[in-house]
Nanobody, 118 residues
C-alpha cells in the first residue's frame, strides 16, 4: 500500500503565506513525479504545480507566488505559497506517480483545506 499524508493547510489572510507538505509512505520502487492539485466546489480538480525528473511545472495563476520542492530522501513534496489571494481558497490534494511492482500508478492524498480571507 502507498499513502500520501498532507499537512500545512489552514486559514490565512490575503497576502500571507502557507507551506504544504506531503509525505509518501509504503512499499514502492520509486517516485516518478509529485505535485499538488486543488479543487473548489463545482469545479474540476486543477493542477497547481508538479515536479518530475528535476523539472517543475506551474499553473499560470500561481507562477511567481508558489514554489514546489521535493526532498527525495524523505519522499516528501512541499508547496510554499506566498502572496496568497482569495481565489487560492480550495482543497489542495497531493499527487504522486509511483512505480510499484513494475507498474506506474497515480496516488492522491486526502486533501487539505486552504482558506484565504480578506
Amino acid at each position: 500500500q502507498v499513502q500520501l499524508v498532507e499537512s500545512g493547510g489552514g486559514l490565512v489572510q490575503a497576502g500571507g503565506s502557507l507551506r504544504l507538505s506531503c509525505a509518501a509512505s509504503g512499499s514502492f520502487f520509486s517516485i516518478n513525479a509529485m505535485g499538488w492539485y486543488r479543487q473548489t466546489p463545482g469545479k474540476e480538480r486543477e493542477l497547481v504545480a508538479v515536479t518530475f525528473s528535476g523539472n517543475t511545472n506551474y499553473a499560470d495563476s500561481v507562477k511567481g507566488r508558489f514554489t514546489i520542492s521535493r526532498d527525495n530522501a524523505k519522499n516528501t513534496v512541499y508547496l510554499q505559497m506566498n502572496s496568497l489571494k482569495l481565489e487560492d481558497t480550495a482543497v489542495y490534494y497531493c499527487y504522486a506517480n509511483i512505480r510499484r511492482f513494475g507498474e506506474n500508478r497515480s496516488y492522491w492524498g486526502q486533501g487539505t483545506q486552504v482558506t484565504v480571507s480578506s
